[in-house]
């Protein structure tokens, strides 16, 4: 069977593309929304392509040349996450990219850290409910650094430092 016919296959290309995007690599960004775009358009009520998808425009966002496109982009980008934590709001994973593209964006023009917020907030109170099957010791570590800058982009230094204190204390240095 090709990878053209098995979605599961096109999804998990699609999401290694997308990593070499984050990295750095302008083709394989454009490559991976392709491939999210008709991802989407096979399978529209799958809230995971919906968030990889927006991630995907993202990308497409920070690697644009004009202005007028990096805006739309990043504004198409937070409108489809947000339609994919809409679609299934306790999925991890979406939680996750939807709340590590906010962080990204630009806080004096998109405001988005407090989405960020959101989002971290929601997977470590979900891990403290469910258990270290929720979250591996170095996603929770990834979401506290995160949460952490989330708070110092809004200027709330005192709750950054608070949740820097969190990750000391649950990983001390040797």
Do not use: W
């Amino acid at each position: 069977m090709s990878s053209d016919s098995n979605p599961g296959k096109q999804f998990k290309e699609a999401k290694k593309l997308l990593q070499d995007g984050v990295e750095g690599d302008k083709k394989a960004a454009k490559r991976a929304n392709e491939k999210l775009l008709k991802l989407r358009e096979t399978d529209p009520h799958n809230a995971l392509i919906e968030a990889y998808y927006g991630s995907s425009l993202a990308l497409l966002s920070r690697d644009a040349v004009k202005l007028v496109e990096k805006e739309e982009k990043a504004l198409e980008s937070l409108e489809v996450l947000n339609q994919a934590v809409t679609m299934d709001p306790n999925e991890k994973e979406i939680r996750f990219v939807r709340g590590s593209v906010c962080l990204q964006l630009p806080e004096s023009y998109f405001y988005s850290s407090k989405t960020a917020i959101e989002d971290f907030t929601f997977l470590l109170d979900r891990y403290h409910q469910q258990g270290s099957n929720f979250l591996t010791q170095k996603q929770v570590r990834e979401v506290l650094r995160n949460l952490s800058k989330a708070y110092q982009n809004i200027g709330n230094q005192d709750k950054a430092n608070e949740v820097l204190q969190r990750l000391t204390s649950m990983h001390p240095k040797k």
